[in-house]
């Protein structure tokens, strides 16, 4: 089957305009993550689903990042009145179960956002 | 608070050779997991291995293995008879039990030359 899609894949934005990040995860993943990654740089934890419920945005940076799962698929990420700190690449990632340890987290190829 | 530290920020090989990346990490738990990644140019992260710290057996698969020796919080990965397709950026990540603070190390980025 499909892995986890993200659009756009490449995003530029001028500085203080909105944007939203798409992801698609895979079809009955239980679970989503939110990530970001700065160049040359490991992943860091943004926010995560389990189906619609958002149970941990403790990674957002500021209020103005927003993420939302209406109907426990699709994801979107929103980042308001965006800064030239908010160029990064914006990861997705889903998995079968809910949270644990154990469960692998796949992820889609990202969106590389730059603020100009 | 857990931290992973990948020393090598970037190792060139030629084709052929072995190479081994390094993993240190560090937390108070007694349950957690240790994961490697594979982020290729195209940018979407590769699932490599998933060890719990209860299992210090290592795993070899291919040209691929992995050893985890929990006395020095390690886990290093080894490529055997390196290939041009293994270049890419390798990430070691550490998560607790409960599937919180899942936490990447900087990457160490492998470029495998003809």
């Known amino acids: 089957g499909a892995g986890v899609s993200q659009s756009p894949r490449y995003k530029v934005a001028k500085r203080g305009q909105d944007v939203a990040l798409r992801c698609d995860p895979i079809?009955?993943?239980?679970?989503l993550f939110w990530y970001q990654q700065a160049l040359g740089q490991g992943p860091e934890f943004l926010t995560y689903?389990?189906?619609?419920?958002?149970?941990?945005k403790s990674g957002l940076p500021s209020d103005r990042f927003f993420a939302e799962r209406p109907e426990g698929s699709v994801s979107t990420l929103k980042i308001q009145r965006t800064q030239q700190e908010d160029s990064a690449v914006y990861l997705c990632?889903?998995?079968?179960?809910?949270?644990?340890?154990?469960?692998?987290?796949?992820f889609g190829p990202g969106t590389r956002l730059l603020v100009l | 608070a857990q931290k992973v530290t990948q020393a090598q920020t970037e190792i060139s090989v030629v084709e052929k050779e072995d190479v081994t990346l390094d993993c240190v990490y560090e937390?108070?738990?007694?349950?957690?997991?240790l994961f490697w990644y594979k982020q290729p140019p195209s940018g979407e992260l590769v699932f490599l291995i998933r060890?719990?710290?209860?299992?210090?057996q290592n795993e070899i698969s291919g040209r691929y293995s992995w050893n985890f020796q929990k006395s020095t919080s390690s886990f290093n990965f080894t490529i055997t008879a390196s290939q041009v397709v293994d270049s890419a950026v390798y990430f070691c990540?550490?998560?607790?039990?409960?599937?919180?603070?899942?936490?990447f190390g900087p990457g160490t980025r492998l470029s495998v030359l003809p």
């Open positions: 990632a889903s998995s079968l179960i809910v949270l644990a340890g154990e469960e692998t987290q796949y």
């Open positions: 079809s009955g993943h239980v679970s």
């Open positions: 689903f389990q189906n619609e419920a958002q149970l941990d």
């Open positions: 937390t108070r738990d007694t349950t957690y997991y």
């Open positions: 060890r719990n710290s209860f299992d210090e």
């Open positions: 990540a550490l998560r607790d039990n409960y599937g919180q603070n899942f936490v």
